[in-house]
């Protein structure tokens, strides 16, 4: 519709009722309307579009999509009840029996609970490839491989892939990219653009923004997006119309949050670099990090997560988070209010110890989701805790 961002994010939405309404309006119904028996048959045989019953579609549910797709620039997308129903999805509607999945090491906790206990249950193996090492992927690659999965940045040791090298990876070899995008939202980051086929979203995070709603989105290529949706139907991992309107508002102001919450999350990086009591700070725009270079290559902003590493270890860490007086401790992440959490123990204590070692959850390891508070209000609030955890 429009060419910027900006406009897209607030001007897409359902089409004016005769109600002649400025803002659109909640379509809380189970179902909809025929207008006669052969409008009926020809909706239900897919040869006309239209509404039939909310757990297929719904106008509040098109309309984010619509707008999700935009802002992604994908061909087609799905709305879900919530992240994890996208992730899950994405992957099994793609899938069979004897398929093989190939990702990279650094995932969310409940992502490798479903690639480790729920894919085997179906005969579906996978592999785990580290970021850096380009031989683990290429010798990942099985005969029976069908889909490639990553989270860039990953949750939470920020680590960076290469999506323009995994894009031309998968390509060559047929395969299917799906890529979490969820710390960067479509405003800071485009996997498309880099050769990804599917893109996975909680909606939960950073494009609702203030902590209401649990829901997800798939977004992707029309061919693979026909069978994730016809997986859906019939499944019914479907998000509420009150949920997408509440996230199809929160988009109007993504651009905004997203350069506030990046602008805070850079300053408290560069203020925790500096601090005697941090053993290392890992954030995608500072220039300490690995892959600092590519994060500013492929990625407009750094995010609104910065993870860092207490001088102390575990206990030092469990520490600091105690002597936080309004920093919310809590296992979501990209709210408007700043969040900590400790991986470790919470969102990814399903690995095994040795695994969250891998990918750099070590036992200190701090994850703050920096909200749109003053930044000298947030300096204040980490600077108080790491003298109150000595």
């Known amino acids: 519709m429009f060419e910027n961002f900006e406009s897209d994010a607030v001007r897409i939405q359902t089409e ?40 297929f579609s719904n106008p509040n549910n098109d309309e984010l999509v619509e707008k999700l797709c935009r802002l992604e620039k994908t061909e087609d997308g799905l709305a879900t009840a919530s992240g994890m129903a996208a992730v899950f999805i994405s ?30 249950r179906f005969n579906i193996d996978h ?43 998968c390509k060559k070899r047929n395969l299917i990219l799906i890529v979490d995008n969820c710390f960067c939202t479509p405003y800071i980051q485009r996997p498309s653009e880099w050769g990804a086929d599917l893109v996975v979203h909680s909606g939960t995070k950073f494009l609702d923004g203030q902590g209401r709603v649990i829901a997800g989105a798939v977004l992707g290529r029309k061919d693979l997006m026909k069978e994730i949706r016809f997986i859906a139907r019939a499944t019914g991992p479907s998000l509420s119309p009150m949920n997408s309107w509440i996230i199809s508002k929160s988009l109007e102001t993504l651009a905004i949050r997203m350069e506030r919450h990046s602008e805070n999350a850079t300053k408290l990086a560069e203020y925790l670099e500096k601090h005697p009591e941090i053993e290392f700070v890992r954030y995608p725009f500072l220039k ?3 892959q600092y270079e590519l994060a500013k290559k492929q990625m407009k902003l750094g995010g609104g997560v910065v993870s860092f590493v207490v001088k102390g270890g575990l206990d030092r860490g469990r520490k600091f988070l105690d002597a936080l007086k309004w920093f919310s401790l809590t296992a979501n992440l990209g709210d408007s209010r700043t969040t900590a959490t400790h991986p470790a123990s919470t ?44």
Request: aromatic share 8%; net charge negative.
């Open 127 to 169: 592999t785990y490839a580290d970021i850096g090492k380009v031989e683990e992927w290429e010798n990942g690659v099985k005969p029976n491989t069908k889909i490639v999965f990553i989270e860039t940045p990953s949750n939470p040791a920020l680590d960076i892939i290469d999506l323009k090298w995994i894009g031309e990876f």
């Open 91 to 120: 992957m099994f509607a793609l899938l069979k029996t004897g398929d093989h999945v190939l990702a990279s090491r650094s995932v969310f906790g409940s992502t490798h609970q479903v690639l480790t206990q729920i894919f085997p």
């Open 347 to 390: 969102t990814h204590s399903k690995l095994k110890e040795e695994e969250r070692v891998v990918v750099g959850i070590l036992p200190g390891l701090i994850r703050v989701s920096v909200g749109l508070e003053h930044i000298d209000d947030i300096i204040a609030e980490v600077d108080q805790a790491l003298l109150g955890s000595k």
């Open 288 to 290: 300490s990090h690995p």
């Open 16 to 55: 004016r009722t005769a109600q002649r309404e400025h803002s659109t309006p909640l379509f809380m119904t189970s179902s909809f309307i025929f207008d006669d028996a052969e409008q009926a048959r020809a909706l239900f045989a897919d040869e006309i579009q239209g509404n039939i019953y909310t757990r």
